[in-house]
């Protein structure tokens, strides 16, 4: 007992400041994803005052106006397509329902630019769909009959819905999954139908779940460029590639993108307003879950086939298409020998960044954890409002910082060597590298965070107790006990980085390309054929996060807590 004492005095001096020099760690990670926020604000402002008059007066107002009308059509279409079809497999059984549970997760996998790019081919007017419909009708040519644009506002809605109801049905799912099943049969008790149990218990309880879904797959519309220009829709998004790019006007770009900044911080606000005061409690020994009701056979059928609406629209039509134009542009042609050198730089900035991102997210987390107080906590939160700013936005901001450091660097050796270093960062791909950092960090430091926070107190005691230290707890009890949440992240950084369109379109060193930006170049010059490949390559990676979802929460929550 006393030869321990001793050992007391001497450890606490060494925790301190390990935990300083973590906490020191995370503020560097925190900064790294703050500066450009504050280097767009900085470049905002240099705009002159005549500039901002001249977006008020013809940029902004179309702009926001396309903005606002997409954000409120894609916010109902994902709401009720997301909580429909939660409910539709949670509280039904049907024959297929179990296919339907994983398989309502595919859209997930075609990024937003893709699905648009799809369907222009597929409902062209001389097309294959409107010339059957066309020849069903008895019509020759599209100047008789044919479909209303999909190049338009409402045809965008459709397709973003079709493609992002996922994040309302994932959040909404697991909610309808754990509310009590004891509050279902007292509805019922009470002679209420199992339509007006959905009105009146089910989705109100659920309402949390379908706002929080609602504003991520808001957040993705925002950060849509492709999929809005190839239809037509002026988005703010568009609007700021467009004054960079086109009018090389980056003050313009810049006050354009803090405006955008404003409607996210508001759609932010919005959602945790609609979630203000929701509490829902249960005694998880007493409470079971919702028990799905068996339908009759023809029932069963028009339920399969109403939830396979969503599946076919979003993933299975734009897949079979881009596989059957890959399909002739390899008989035709063969594979491109651009394809190799696009891989090979999909795959070195994707693999790159997640390595970045894993480390820094396991920094902030592991810096919250052993800190456990108002600092590290804000660090941690601070480092993830990158995701919550739209590629083009976080692009900008990069722009701005990269450029300014490269100047400095190229000065200070011009004057001391003698010797002109060039574009280091911006000239290298480490600009893309910074951005997507920025970006996906939230998604790092949020999986591993969920990660350690599953691993009991206790066992950093103990750790302590038999003579490791902050570091040793990591290497040896931390990282292999969450080293499953920390792959789940990394797989989930790399997709979203091969799926990233607006940060590589914008930050790229000239002559690099990766798939997604080759095939927003094919897209751009209607030749839908030479980018079905590359397309094809960004679905089949992007397939891999919806499997680790779907083996995710297939069991209800309160199901472990149930000693029973």
């Not at 307003?273 to 069963?300: C, E, H, I, N």
């Not at 592991?366 to 800190?371: D, M």
């Not at 040896?476 to 969450?482: C, T």
């Amino acid at each position: 007992m006393d030869s321990s004492v001793p050992a007391i005095p001497s450890a606490a001096p060494s925790s301190s400041r390990a935990g300083k020099t973590w906490a020191a760690l995370a503020a560097i990670a925190a900064l790294i994803v703050v500066l450009p926020v504050a280097g767009l604000a900085l470049q905002a402002v240099k705009g002159s005052s005549g500039l901002w008059a001249n977006l008020l007066s013809s940029t902004l107002p179309v702009a926001l106006v396309d903005t606002v009308i997409l954000l409120a059509g894609v916010g109902l279409v994902v709401a009720v397509l997301g909580t429909t079809t939660a409910w539709l497999v949670t509280a039904y059984e049907f024959p297929g329902r179990r296919v339907l549970e994983w398989a309502l997760l595919l859209p997930l996998a075609v990024p937003t630019y893709i699905i648009a790019y799809a369907y222009l081919d597929i409902l062209h007017p001389i097309g294959s769909v409107q010339g059957a419909i066309r020849w069903i009708l008895g019509y020759e040519t599209p100047r008789q009959f044919r479909l209303p644009d999909i190049r338009s506002m409402f045809g965008c809605i459709l397709l973003l819905g079709f493609v992002l109801y996922p994040y309302v049905y994932i959040p909404t799912r697991a909610m309808f999954l754990t509310q009590s099943g004891n509050l279902i049969d007292a509805a019922r008790t009470l002679g209420i139908s199992r339509r007006a149990v959905f009105w009146r218990v089910a989705l109100p309880l659920a309402r949390p779940a379908v706002a929080v879904g609602v504003a991520l797959a808001l957040m993705e519309t925002l950060n849509d460029v492709g999929a809005a220009e190839f239809l037509g829709v002026k988005t703010m998004t568009v609007s700021i590639y467009t004054t960079w790019i086109t009018r090389t006007d980056l003050p313009g770009a810049s006050q354009i993108a803090l405006a955008l900044m404003l409607i996210v911080v508001a759609l932010v606000a919005i959602e945790r307003w609609a979630r203000r005061k929701q509490r829902y409690a249960t005694d998880a020994r007493r409470s079971r879950g919702l028990t799905p009701q068996k339908v009759a056979p023809l029932k069963g059928m028009l339920f399969l086939a109403a939830g396979s609406v969503p599946i076919l629209l979003g993933f299975i039509a734009p897949s079979f298409y881009l596989a059957s134009e890959a399909w002739k542009r390899y008989q035709f042609a063969g594979l491109s020998s651009r394809l190799l050198d696009e891989a090979i730089n999909t795959m070195t900035i994707a693999t790159l960044t997640t390595v970045v991102t894993i480390g820094l997210g396991l920094t902030v987390a592991y810096a919250a954890r052993i800190g456990q107080g108002r600092t590290s906590g804000a660090l941690l939160r601070l480092s993830t409002i990158g995701y919550a700013a739209p590629g083009t936005v976080v692009a900008i901001g990069v722009l701005i910082v990269l450029a300014g450091l490269d100047q400095f660097i190229d000065r200070t050796a011009i004057d001391w060597l003698g010797v002109s270093t060039g574009l280091l960062f911006m000239g290298s791909g480490a600009a893309v590298v910074y951005a997507l950092t920025v970006r996906f960090l939230a998604i790092s430091a949020g999986g591993i965070e969920a990660g350690l926070s599953r691993i009991p107190a206790s066992f950093d005691h103990a750790s302590r107790t038999l003579g490791q230290t902050i570091g040793g707890t990591l290497r040896h009890v931390h990282l292999p006990l969450s080293k499953a949440a920390i792959s789940a992240a990394a797989l989930l950084v790399f997709v979203d980085c091969v799926k990233e369109l607006p940060a590589t379109l914008l930050l790229r060193p000239l002559n690099v390309e990766t798939f997604a930006t080759h095939l927003y170049g094919e897209a751009a010059r209607g030749t839908y054929e030479e980018g079905s490949i590359a397309a094809l390559a960004i679905v089949a990676i992007s397939i891999l996060p919806v499997i680790l979802l779907s083996r995710v929460g297939r069991q209800p929550v309160w199901h472990s807590s149930n000693p029973g």
